[in-house]
């Protein structure tokens, strides 16, 4: 039988799940509510309902910002921006099952992806010219984040998720260039 294509209806829950956790780790992390839309927007979404353009295939997943004009009705002041968690079903598939068979990695790559684009949206939020840095600052940027997303989930004391902030840290730690993974994220922006 030919593999899917998309996450199953299980596993749409485990996304559901890790984004329930990494909004609470976020939340305490960060000393944000989440819940404040006005202050952060955003949605996560997966590939069956991504738009052409929030698809991508060199990306585990992608952060899409979008904007409106102010004078576009009928959105109010200060609601202008929009920041859409994209998580690429087939490129997250297929890393897993390099690594195994079962999928049984699946629900703690999740939980790692979630976190660590949540982290990337919140510090959009804050301060949204961090969304357009030049590509050595995008560098360092990435580096903090997936630094960040290994000390959220340090307190998440699972041996698997452990296992994907083992894999991802090279990006942040002393390693060279060669030791780092692959890219996890990209970002996109619709004016
Ligand atoms: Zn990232």
Redesign the pocket.
């Known amino acids: 039988m030919a593999e899917s294509l998309f996450f199953n209806s299980k596993q749409r829950l485990w996304v559901g799940e890790a984004l329930e956790i990494a909004e609470s780790l976020a939340e305490d992390y960060f000393q944000v509510n989440l819940g404040n839309l006005g202050q952060f927007p955003y949605d996560l979404q997966t590939l069956a309902n991504l738009q052409s353009q929030e698809k991508t295939r060199r990306a585990l ?1 992608q ?1 899409c910002k979008y904007e409106w004009s102010k004078r576009t009705p009928p959105l109010k002041r200060g609601t202008k921006e929009f920041y859409r968690i994209c998580l690429q079903d087939d490129k997250i598939l297929d890393t897993v099952r390099t690594e195994t068979s079962s999928l049984s990695l699946l629900k703690s790559l999740l939980l790692y992806i979630v976190t ?2 949540l ?2 949206v919140v510090r959009f939020s804050m301060a949204p010219q961090r969304f357009f840095l030049r590509p050595e600052e995008k560098r360092a ?2 580096k903090d ?2 630094r960040m997303t290994y000390e959220l989930l340090k307190s998440f004391a699972d041996p698997q998720v452990g296992l994907w902030a083992e894999r991802y840290r090279p990006w942040w730690g002393k390693c060279g260039l060669e030791a780092e993974p692959s890219v ?2 990209k970002f996109c922006h619709r004016a």
């Open positions: 997943a952060v660590h684009e982290i990337h940027e990435e984040v997936h996890l994220d």
